[in-house]
Nanobody, 126 residues
Framework: EVQLVESGGGLVQAGGSLKLSCKVRGFTYDDYTIGWFRQAPGKEREGVSSISRSDGSTLYEDSVKGRFTTSSDKRKNTVYLQMNSLKPEDTAVYYC???????????????????WGQGTQVTVSS
């Protein structure tokens, strides 16, 4: 069974940076997609970014374009979310999610994903 282990959350001042990690366990092939999602208190969960391990293609939600970058390290079977120029409105619990897909595919639709990490808190102070 696929397990996702997240790390890297924390408290940072506005304008600062954080890097989240999502370690994939239990699946050693490249035919999958990792999505990053976040949920702020009182709000619905929203998609932030997505990366296909098949071809490296990426997709970003408009509010994070130019600030967030997702990447993967095949050797470590880990996907990262580098977050720069953080804003207080980025404060949320961040989750990574796994989608097994034969063809390269990126999506911010949470209902397409099969497995989820435990979440990590990101707090941006003003």
């Amino acid at each position: 069974e696929v397990q996702l282990v997240e790390s890297g959350g924390g408290l940072v001042q506005a304008g600062g940076s954080l890097k989240l990690s999502c370690k994939v366990r239990g699946f050693t092939y490249d035919d999958y997609t990792i999505g990053w999602f976040r949920q702020a208190p009182g709000k619905e969960r929203e998609g932030v970014s997505s990366i296909s391990r098949s071809d490296g293609s990426t997709l970003y939600e408009d509010s994070v374009k130019g600030r967030f970058t997702t990447s993967s390290d095949k050797r470590k079977n880990t996907v990262y979310l580098q977050m720069n120029s953080l804003k207080p409105e980025d404060t949320a619990v961040y989750y990574c999610a796994f989608l097994h897909t034969i063809h390269a595919h990126t999506t911010l639709d949470e209902y397409e994903y099969d497995y989820w990490g435990q979440g990590t808190q990101v707090t941006v102070s003003s």
